[in-house]
């Protein structure tokens, strides 16, 4: 079974701020994908991130950086110097056998200016 | 390139109406996916399609909730009598390769929030 947990459901910061958004997955596969959503008010989940079971490399992109760790079946996020924009909620997904997306529950950002 | 789009964005009606949804994936995306997302939680799928056959229907509650998606493109999906724990996002999906896999993404369109009186 495949299981996704988001142990925060919801954290408030300053604007400027970093904050760190936890993620632990369970799986017996030895190929798996990790995803990072994030939906915005509006409603639409936008793709932030995928990553494969054998690619631990963190990853940067602009604020934002991933760390990948297979020890701890962990796969957090960074959201660095931290924007009203991007108050939203932060979603991580597991694609493991049988091909289905199974998302955790999700974690509320709320950024203050 | 356009997104996932969706009709209508909000719904309300009240329990044992019927209501139906739209949705148009991203041109060239094979494979469909049709998601319920309840307030607090994570979507859950409810059905996937390759093309116009359907591949994962297994969290279908197939007794009031269908889904179709002719010519491989389209998708309707349909709740006949609503319920009131159907009040729900309703997301759809798209991603574009022939065969889903582990590796692709799938992209995601605004949703349609349904609520049930």
């Known amino acids: 079974a495949q299981k996704v947990t988001q142990a925060q459901t919801e954290i408030s910061v300053v604007e400027k701020e970093d904050v760190t958004l936890d993620c632990v997955y369970e799986?017996?596969?030895?190929?798996?994908?990790l995803f990072w959503y994030k939906q915005p008010p509006s409603g639409e989940l936008v793709f932030l991130i995928r990553?494969?079971?054998?690619?631990?490399q963190n990853e940067i992109s602009g604020r934002y950086s991933w760390n990948f760790q297979k020890s701890t079946s962990s796969f957090n996020f960074t959201i660095t110097a931290s924007q009203v924009v991007d108050s939203a909620v932060y979603f991580c997904?597991?694609?493991?056998?049988?091909?289905?997306?199974?998302f955790g529950g999700g974690t509320r950002v709320l950024v203050k200016p | 390139e356009a997104g996932v789009a969706q009709s209508p964005r909000y719904k309300i009606i009240e329990k044992r109406q019927s209501v139906a949804f739209w949705c148009n994936p991203i041109?060239?995306?094979?494979?469909l996916y049709w998601y319920q997302q309840i307030l607090g939680q994570g979507p859950k799928l409810l059905i996937q399609?390759?093309?116009?056959?359907?591949?994962?229907d297994s969290q279908l509650p197939k007794d009031r909730f269908s889904a179709e998606r002719l010519k491989g493109v389209d998708s309707t999906l349909k709740i006949q009598p609503a319920k009131l724990e159907d009040s729900a996002v309703y997301l759809c999906?798209?991603?574009?390769?022939?065969?889903?896999?582990?590796?692709?993404?799938?992209?995601f369109g605004p949703g349609t929030r349904l609520t049930v009186l």
């Open positions: 999906a798209s991603s574009s390769v022939r065969m889903a896999t582990r590796a692709d993404t799938q992209y």
């Open positions: 799986t017996r596969d030895t190929t798996y994908y």
């Open positions: 990553r494969n079971s054998f690619d631990e």
């Open positions: 997904a597991l694609k493991a056998a049988g091909n289905k997306l199974t």
């Open positions: 041109s060239g995306h094979a494979t």
């Open positions: 399609f390759q093309n116009n056959g359907v591949v994962d």
